[in-house]
């Protein structure tokens, strides 16, 4: 298993969407970026690279790419998702807050917990969104900004999970491993 984290942070602007977690709320401002500026779907993104060390998201989605432009992060995520997947790793759990004074956001944490549990192929119970204000402290609490953190745990994908060999009626063998309190182990990197 490994863990990673992740910290991002939007201006809010005039005349833009303000979508978090996948979710459009209505308000009156909108946070700014290069894509959909989805600052809740980027710190969940920047915490699966980190896993598996895999850097930030400004490296695999530069924002001078016009390729990323106004693209949804639902994308990125699930860009990020596969990138994670290629390296033999699923997401086991995500656990996120959201930093903003306004709007209030409990409203929409059920359909952001969805969305992202649909994207990372988690049961919703598996994905955790808090929101919280700044108490009017500094630029965030005076509504300039939105910002998330996140972290996630990633665990090693079992082949076997995904295509079960069936052996008709026979009961497997419980796993006999060869676990890291085994004499001798090696420490893994
Ligand atoms: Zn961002």
Redesign the pocket.
């Known amino acids: 298993m490994r863990v990673g984290i992740g910290y991002?942070?939007?201006r809010l602007v005039p005349d833009r969407p303000l979508v978090i977690g996948g979710v459009v709320i209505p308000f009156p401002l909108g946070?700014e970026?290069h894509?959909d500026?989805?600052?809740l779907?980027?710190?969940v993104a920047d915490a699966l690279l980190g896993a598996v060390g895999e850097g930030d998201?400004g490296r695999h989605f530069p924002p001078d790419d016009p390729r990323y432009r106004r693209v949804p992060?639902t994308d990125l995520l699930r860009t990020v998702a596969s990138l994670l997947a290629r390296q033999g790793y699923v997401p086991a759990n995500v656990d996120a807050t959201v930093v903003a004074e306004a709007p209030p956001l409990a409203p929409h944490i059920p359909q952001m917990r969805r969305v992202i549990a649909a994207i990372l192929a988690l049961d919703p119970q598996a994905v955790s969104v808090k929101a919280t204000t700044h108490e009017r402290v500094g630029g965030l609490g005076r509504g300039e900004a939105i910002a998330a953190v996140a972290v996630v745990l990633v665990e090693r994908r079992r082949p076997e999970a995904a295509a079960p060999a069936a052996a008709p009626g026979g009961v497997a063998a419980p796993e006999g491993r060869s676990g890291p309190g085994a004499p001798g182990g090696g420490s893994g990197a």
């Open positions: 991002d942070i939007h946070l970026g894509s500026a989805d600052v779907l980027h710190a998201i992060s």
